[in-house]
């Protein structure tokens, strides 16, 4: 069993910048791909980016979105996934949630990953 505690979110203009970060419990945390998504009011939940577990590669991926302007990361020795977010928009407004995939292929579809957080809450005002 994984849990999962995001923070790092908050209230930040259009243009800024936020880093979230997503502590895991436990000591296989480093097999685990790692994704992060997000969910606006009323929308559907969204891909945002992944990072493969530590012998899966080196495979970031990220949606189209965020691509340039994103970059997930991991720090194993804390067990601990960052998502740096920069040049951000009103669009990029939703709750956004780490997931950890136990078979480490860090993965854009949700229904790979086994854990999920609670989410935190950025907001991009215009």
């Known amino acids: 069993q994984v849990q999962l505690v995001e923070s790092g979110g908050g209230l930040v203009q259009a243009g800024g910048s936020l880093r979230l970060s997503c502590a895991a419990s436990?000591?296989?945390?480093?097999?685990?791909?790692m994704g992060w998504f997000r969910q606006a009011p009323g929308k559907e939940r969204e891909f945002v980016a992944a990072?493969?577990?530590?012998?899966?590669?080196?495979?970031?991926v990220y949606a189209d979105s965020v691509k340039g302007r994103y970059t997930i990361s991991r720090d194993n020795a804390k067990n601990t996934v960052y998502l740096q977010m920069n040049s951000l928009k009103p669009e990029d407004t939703a709750r956004y949630y780490c997931?950890?995939?136990?078979?480490?292929?860090?993965?854009?579809?949700?229904?790979?990953?086994?854990?999920w957080g609670q989410g935190t809450q950025v907001t991009v005002s215009s």
């Open positions: 990072i493969p577990s530590s012998w899966g590669g080196d495979n970031l």
């Open positions: 997931a950890a995939d136990r078979y480490g292929s860090g993965s854009r579809a949700s229904y790979e990953y086994d854990y």
């Open positions: 436990g000591r296989t945390f480093s097999s685990y791909g």
